[in-house]
């Protein structure tokens, strides 16, 4: 089954099994997996939202995505409930840790995939966001992205 390929490990902590969760989350977030969402909605303002609850993408108990649909590989959140992976997994080894009004963060590596999102966890799971997101939704994230 493909979600092997997002089980945390060894594998996932040398890079190899990570590179695997982040390209899974990009495919997510950028909406290659749209068509198995078990909801699609518009949101308003141009914002969309599709929903995971009984297959998710991600080795998770549900997954959500919502974006701007105009703009959505450059401006998208993520939330991932109970995932099975941690933010440092997702992250990578070379991720820094920040401070936001939400808590604390991780920032990918510049070389990372993921460099121009957040990485934040939450009560439920771990929630991803892009610097376009943050720049239109949620501005008092931006500071995290200027490191």
């Known amino acids: 089954m493909l979600l092997t390929a997002c089980k945390p490990g060894g594998a996932a902590r040398?890079?190899?099994?990570?590179?695997?969760?982040?390209?899974?989350?990009?495919?997510?977030?950028?909406?290659?997996?749209?068509?198995?969402?078990?909801?699609?909605?518009?949101?308003?303002?141009?914002?969309?939202?599709?929903?995971?609850?009984?297959?998710?993408?991600?080795?998770?108990?549900g997954v959500v995505v919502q974006y701007d649909s105009d703009a959505r590989p450059l401006s998208w959140q993520l939330d991932i409930r109970s995932p099975r992976f941690t933010a440092q997994d997702l992250a990578g080894p070379d991720a820094r840790a920040v401070t936001t009004p939400q808590g604390e963060a991780l920032h990918p590596a510049a070389g990372s995939r993921l460099?121009?999102?957040?990485?934040?966890?939450?009560?439920?799971?771990?929630?991803?966001?892009?610097?376009?997101?943050?720049?239109?939704?949620?501005?008092?994230?931006?500071?995290?992205?200027?490191?």
Request: hydrophobic residues 40%; negative net charge.
């Open 14 to 61: 040398d890079g190899v099994g990570g590179e695997d969760l982040v390209a899974r989350t990009l495919f997510t977030a950028t909406g290659s997996f749209d068509a198995q969402a078990d909801s699609r909605e518009r949101i308003g303002g141009g914002l969309r939202r599709a929903t995971w609850t009984s297959r998710p993408p991600l080795d998770a108990a």
């Open 115 to 147: 460099a121009d999102t957040l990485i934040l966890t939450t009560g439920q799971g771990l929630r991803v966001v892009t610097r376009g997101y943050v720049t239109q939704e949620d501005a008092a994230l931006l500071p995290a992205f200027r490191h």
